[in-house]
């Protein structure tokens, strides 16, 4: 019977696992299924991060501010989408309804049924 080889883990993985699990904004269980990994090994990970040594949470703080950094992208891109839809609304108030449905562009990022509803 062959005996099967545990998967290992890279310290980098655990520290960022570890950091969202203490962020509280996603639960174990979504971020075990994210990683593939089970939830009891991201419960260890949690609880090992703080007895780690300098460098590694020097690296794991390294990794919370670059994920930092993605969710503010993220939200950067939502205000620009927002923002669009603003101007839409701002522009449709003042203009009648035959002009706003040539507004309606298929090449433009937002769906043509949410420019529709925008357009009035």
């Not at 969202?20 to 075990?32: F, H, V």
């Not at 950094?69 to 620009?80: D, N, R, S, T, Y």
């Amino acid at each position: 019977m062959k005996k099967r080889q545990r998967k290992q883990y890279s310290a980098d993985l655990k520290a960022k696992v570890a950091l969202e699990t203490i962020k509280g904004q996603r639960t174990i269980q979504e971020i075990a299924s994210h990683y593939g990994i089970h939830p009891n090994m991201v419960t260890n990970w949690k609880k090992q991060l703080p007895g780690r040594s300098r460098r590694d949470f020097f690296d794991g703080a390294w990794l919370a501010r670059e994920a930092d950094e993605q969710l503010k992208a993220k939200f950067h891109q939502q205000i620009g989408k927002l923002q669009v839809n603003m101007d839409w609304l701002k522009k449709a108030q003042s203009v009648p309804v035959k002009e706003r449905l040539e507004w309606i562009d298929p090449t433009n990022d937002s769906s043509i049924s949410r420019q529709s509803m925008l357009a009035g």
